[in-house]
Nanobody, 121 residues
């Protein structure tokens, strides 16, 4: 079984910064892509940023230049550094890990429970 747990959310003023962390644990053989998604009230879940095992990244247009995704393969952890936050960034942030579990025959995606980020104006 694979578990994904996010941490680091909270309340911050506009212009501030937060750093989210996500740890994948359990019966992991290999982690491939790691990503952060977010869902604001009344909106669909959207991709924020993804990073491949090799370090290639892609970002949503709305966060380019403000957010940075990074990963530590030795720790099975992915981070999201969020700077210059605005109220429009308010959402629940979810971590997704594409994992081949031990003795698995395929790669499956695993999601965390989410962490709330609230940016006040």
């Amino acid at each position: 079984q694979v578990h994904v747990v996010e941490s680091g959310g909270g309340l911050v003023q506009a212009g501030g910064s937060l750093r989210l962390s996500c740890l994948a644990s359990g019966s992991i053989f290999r982690i491939y892509d790691l990503g952060w998604y977010r869902q604001a009230p009344g909106k669909q879940r959207e991709l924020v940023a993804r990073v491949s095992r090799g370090g290639d990244t892609n970002y949503a247009t709305s966060v380019k230049g403000r957010f940075t995704i990074s990963r530590d393969n030795a720790k099975n952890t992915v981070y999201l550094q969020m700077n210059s936050l605005s109220p429009e960034d308010t959402a629940v942030y979810y971590c997704r890990a594409d994992v081949m579990a031990v003795q698995a025959m395929r790669v499956n995606d695993y999601w965390g429970q989410g962490t709330q980020v609230t940016v006040s104006s």
